[in-house]
């Protein structure tokens, strides 16, 4: 009896999987990276929290998308995500890697949920390129997005 109990055991774990990213969240840094690639007006992105919609941050957000590699991504992975609640809200950081033809893009997105809230805002993003397209192999380049400070 007892090697049967240790096959259910073993079978049980084996159905066990590893936690995932909330999808809500994991659509909206997806998304917010597809617009700055195709250069999609980001003041009408209702997830872009408004702090970051100022003239300025949106056109530190735009400026992002001339050092990506051209084209569309091959492969999309994502490599970690960390959400941390609090009675102020909740907190998700989420890093995606964007595959391209002999290139790699981090992007890490922050999103905020205040108490109570449905939604996920925005409210930063931060991009690390392998090397910037046409500069050759090199030291990696950091693009630091709103706001100046990782949250």
Request: some cysteine; charged content about 20%.
């Amino acid at each position: 009896m007892r090697p049967l109990i240790a096959v259910i055991a073993a079978a049980s774990l084996g159905a066990c999987s590893l936690p995932t990213a909330d999808k809500q969240s994991d659509a909206d840094a997806r998304q917010l990276y597809d617009e700055i690639r195709t250069g999609a007006d980001l003041s009408k992105d209702a997830n872009l929290a408004e702090e970051l919609k100022t003239p300025e941050r949106l056109s530190e957000l735009a400026a992002v998308k001339s050092l990506l590699p051209p084209g569309v991504p091959t492969k999309v992975e994502n490599r970690s995500w960390s959400y941390n609640s609090t009675t102020d809200g909740a907190l998700a950081t989420l890093v995606h890697a964007y595959i391209y033809n002999g290139h790699t893009v981090l992007a890490e997105t922050v999103l905020r949920k205040g108490p109570g809230a449905k939604t996920w805002t925005i409210a930063g993003f931060h991009v690390t390129l392998d090397h910037p397209p046409g500069q050759g192999e090199g030291n990696p380049v950091t693009v630091t997005g709103p706001p100046g400070e990782k949250t």
